[in-house]
């Protein structure tokens, strides 16, 4: 193994480790949007004049967001692998594969807990009624 397969296993690893996290994570806001538009139109259906509910038109902004992000770092991942296979002739055997996913793996974990708050803040938008509201104004009255 030589230099430059180190310099790009270790580059490509740790980029790749953040686009596939931050693409799972993407696909987990996806979920939570579209379970709080479930819960949103169920509830609806019970009672039409449901009190303690999130807008529709806010579970569909998020839930847009959130795919634009999915398909923007999932798309970035696809391309960045064809890219290294192809012009920069790496492929993921023996000790390169290794230092790959370490260098992935160390990456990806170290953005587990600001994903776990994303997470955290995507659920409340999608679920508690009046939060994202609240959350834009603050941004607001900051700015």
Not at 5 to 19: E, K, N, P, Q, R
Not at 110 to 137: G, T
């Amino acid at each position: 193994m030589n230099t430059s397969t180190i310099l790009v296993a270790s580059i490509w690893g740790a980029t790749a480790g953040l686009l596939a996290i931050h693409t799972l994570a993407n696909l987990l806001a996806m979920g939570f949007c579209l379970h709080g538009l479930l819960m949103t139109r169920w509830k609806r259906l019970v009672k039409k004049a449901a009190p303690g509910v999130v807008k529709y038109d806010t579970n569909l902004q998020l839930l847009l967001k959130v795919v634009f992000y999915a398909l923007l770092f999932g798309g970035l991942l696809y391309s960045g692998d064809s890219f290294v296979g192809s012009e920069l002739r790496f492929r993921y055997t023996g000790n390169a594969q290794l230092l790959f996913a370490a260098v992935a793996a160390l990456a990806a974990f170290s953005r587990l807990n600001v994903l776990r708050k994303r997470s955290q803040i995507i659920w409340r938008m999608s679920h508690v009624p009046d939060y994202a509201e609240r959350r834009k104004r603050t941004k607001l009255l900051k700015s």
